[in-house]
């Protein structure tokens, strides 16, 4: 099916598209809110600035697509492949993303707020300036990834791996990154205020200037961490591991 073809079909009320191929089609700008396009191929087609609020996208292969200022609030996007993706700008408030590919993504300035991105793959992906406040990505792989002046706030992280993720002066205030894998990562001059990061791995890690206020780090492992001008009062870190860890000039 072409893509005026399916438009056509969108316009008399049909909402069922499931395992259609539109690879490579156009369809920017489109009005598809509520449409049902699982398992749908979409690799490298251009969505830039539709509307795909509410849509079922489910398992929908969407590689290298053009999605920049697409609406995917509300939509279900659980186990889709959006590898390469570009969704900058995406408005994904909402949206259900379990299990989601999005390995190497451009996710600059996108609004995930509320998102559900249980054990999704970001790595590599772009992150840059995010709204991501209380997304859920308990056991998401942020390997790699860029993250930086992202906004976190109240994200559940939970047994997320961030293995050479850049998340400097990211705000992850209140956040839960309890057990989380952050060995040697930056996240120097971060907002961590009031974070659970029990029991979380934060060996080698930078956390100079990093706000740590009211944290809980009880049980954390720090072994090696700069946290040189870090402001860690009223933080817990009863049973925490600071063996060579560098609090030069910490509060």
């Known amino acids: 099916m072409e893509a005026e073809e399916l438009l056509k079909h969108y316009a008399d009320g049909e909402r069922k598209f499931a395992k259609i191929n539109l690879n490579e089609a156009n369809l920017s700008q489109a009005n598809l809110s509520q449409i049902d396009l699982s398992d749908a191929c979409l690799s490298v087609a251009n969505l830039s600035g539709a509307n795909l609020s ?13 999605l920049s200022g697409t609406n995917l609030s509300r939509a279900n996007l659980s186990s889709a492949d959006l590898n390469v993706s570009n969704l900058i700008r995406a408005d994904l408030r909402g949206a259900t993303l379990q299990d989601v590919a999005l390995v190497r993504s451009e996710l600059l300035r996108a609004d995930l707020s ?44 939970e047994h997320a791996t961030f293995r ?14 309890r057990n989380a894998e952050l060995r040697q990562v930056s996240l120097a001059g971060s907002k961590l205020v009031g974070a659970d990061l029990r029991g979380a ?15 809980d780090l009880s049980g954390a492992k720090l072994s090696g961490a700069n946290l040189t001008g870090a402001d860690l009062s009223y933080a817990n870190l009863i049973n925490a591991s600071l063996v060579y860890a560098d609090l030069t000039g910490a509060n």
């Open 54 to 66: 509410g849509a079922n996208l489910q398992r929908a292969k969407l590689n290298v697509a053009k």
């Open 114 to 157: 509320r998102a559900d991105l249980t054990g999704a793959n970001l790595s590599g992906a772009i992150l840059k300036e995010a709204k991501l406040t209380q997304a859920n990505f308990q056991g998401a792989n942020f390997s790699e990834a860029d993250l930086s002046s992202a906004t976190l706030a109240a994200a559940n992280l």
């Open 164 to 177: 050479g993720t850049n998340l400097r002066r990211t705000d992850l205030s209140g956040a839960n990154l």
């Open 201 to 215: 791995n934060l060996r080698w890690a930078d956390l100079g200037g990093a706000n740590l206020a009211g944290a």
